[in-house]
């Protein structure tokens, strides 16, 4: 019992990490049609922009908000100066474009800071909590609190905020949006520096998690969080949110605790698969 | 002049959908261009609201300023908005939502209460359905939400885009009864396009005829409707 509740406890901390990864990739799908693969790129810049602050600077704090503000700007720029002048043609178009960024930054991070693994060695500086016998770690507390923040603030922007309804409504019919006075473009910044701020976020949680950052970490979260989206329901903000929280825990428990023979990281694809076959506008799309 | 358009031509690829069009609204008139399916007429509301560029010479007047190279939600801002063919709600906002669309970035000019008490005077289904999503109301209410979130913001122009489309006659007396009485009774400038002729003549103040992206007619709409060439060829007499 002992250990189930603290594998779930860790498979709820890599979801979250997953959830917040994904979260950008549903806002950008959501808007811009764009399958953004590139995002997972600047979670791996986040990742090392953060480290790099860290050892230059010792402090964490800075370390997340000069990794927010320079993967926004990262954010904005590919939006700009890639996405915005290829939507007019087809989806694929984009999409190829994105997967060549993406690798590009990889290598450009290996081409700066080397190919070996860097280590953050720290823990988050949260406290220790205890219940019973189960003891949660400062890290973990730390991922719980910090998503747990970034969930709430983004769900208070999108549905109580005037921002939020103009989101929403862009998402929707970008056009008459724009003709009931909401500035399209600039919607598409701001979501644009939301996601990437929190794919920085999720970079230097990662990094510090599984104390390691390096040039090819970005990959598998590439994918997997393209499965997640497409579980979740493309389009769906919170239904990829709930899609990642789920495949952290199941990962965890099914392989780490019921040790399935299975890599951990078939799993999300297999839900891709059992989607898209069984329930193709996914677990909580509106309809086909 | 409100609103005055010169020498309007629009484009898609290498078809040309409207030549060289010219028309002007004086403030508070009702003014409809009639037109067969086709005609140009969603075309030309589009090139007003900034969301289809116009050809090198043509240019837009609105209040004396030109507004050609304006980008949509600027316009809007000035006051000039849409009820789009086929109501075009946000179909996963709420039907409340939907209309504070209609005031982004206005809520603070807006006495939001007031307004809403005088739409739902108007339109008394979306008080009814305030909190349902707007994807589940039925035609004839969407339209009515897309007309209430075009007036929520107290435009100075409404331009309406073949609201008769789909809606059963009946309704689509009671909405052309609803837009006379915003221009007669509340001053309200309107430019109506559509294919019901009729109807539309039969409220508006003046008209122009438009056949294939040209205007071939126009003239004050009581002399119109009386024309032997327009009932034969709109109203079907």
């Given at each position: ?84 002048p290829l939507l007019k043609f087809p989806p694929y178009v ?92 600039r919607i598409i910044d701001i979501i644009f520096i939301l ?25 598998v979260p590439a994918y997997k969080s393209l499965a997640l ?60 | ?237």
């Open positions: 019992m002992y250990l189930f509740i603290e594998q779930s406890l860790n498979g709820l901390a890599v979801g979250s990490i997953y959830a917040l990864i994904t979260l950008g990739l549903a806002l950008v799908y959501g808007i811009l049609g764009v399958l953004h693969v590139a995002h997972a790129g600047i979670y791996t810049v986040g990742a090392y922009i953060g480290y790099g602050v860290y050892a230059c600077t010792g402090s964490l704090v800075m370390a997340i908000l000069v990794g927010m503000v320079a993967c926004s700007c990262l954010g904005v720029l590919i939006e700009r100066f890639i996405y915005f984009p999409l190829i474009s994105s997967i060549a960024l993406f690798m590009g930054m990889e290598e450009f991070c290996r081409l700066v800071a080397g190919p070996s693994v860097r280590t953050f060695s720290l823990e988050l500086p949260f406290p220790e909590l205890k219940f019973l016998d189960i003891v949660i770690s400062p890290t973990l507390t730390g991922i719980f609190a910090i998503s747990a923040t970034i969930f709430l603030v983004l769900w208070f922007i999108t549905t109580k905020t005037e921002l939020g309804l103009a989101m929403r409504a862009t998402s929707q019919d970008m056009d008459i949006a724009s003709s009931v006075g909401i500035d399209g473009h996601g990437s701020a929190i794919a920085a976020v999720a970079g230097i949680l990662v990094g510090i998690y599984y104390n390691e950052v390096y040039p090819a970490m970005g990959t989206i497409v579980v979740g329901g493309l389009g769906s903000v919170q239904g990829a949110v709930i899609a990642a929280l789920l495949l952290g825990i199941a990962e965890t428990l099914l392989i780490g605790y019921a040790n399935i023979p299975l890599p951990r990281d078939a799993l999300a694809f297999i839900a891709m698969i059992a989607v898209l076959l069984w329930r193709p506008q996914g677990l909580f799309g509106k309809g086909a | 002049m409100l609103l005055q358009v010169n020498d309007l031509n629009i484009s898609y690829k290498e078809v040309r959908a409207v030549h060289g069009v010219s028309f002007s609204i004086e403030e508070g008139e009702l003014v409809s261009i009639i037109g067969a399916n086709g005609a140009g007429k969603t075309s030309i509301l589009n090139a007003l609201i900034g969301l289809v560029p116009c050809g090198r010479q043509s240019s837009i007047f609105f209040s004396g300023k030109d507004i050609t190279s304006l980008p949509s939600h600027e316009r809007a801002r000035k006051g000039i908005r849409i009820v789009p063919e086929r109501a075009r709600v946000f179909p996963r906002l709420t039907v409340y939502e939907n209309l504070l669309t209609g005031i982004y970035g206005l809520r603070a000019k807006v006495d939001l209460k007031e307004r809403l008490e005088w739409l739902y005077g108007f339109f008394p289904v979306l008080e009814e359905r305030r909190e349902q999503y707007s994807h589940t109301l039925s035609g004839g209410e969407q339209q009515q939400l897309a007309i209430a979130r075009a007036l929520i913001s107290e435009p100075k122009v409404l331009l309406v885009d073949e609201i008769s489309m789909g809606l059963m006659p009946l309704l689509v007396e009671k909405v052309f009864e609803i837009l006379g009485d915003l221009n007669r009774k509340f001053g309200i400038t309107i430019l109506i396009v559509e294919q019901n002729a009729l109807a539309s003549l039969r409220i508006s103040n003046r008209a122009y005829v438009l056949e294939a992206g040209r205007i071939v007619m126009k003239g004050n709409a009581s002399m119109l409707i009386q024309d032997k060439r327009i009932r034969e060829a709109y109203l079907g007499i």
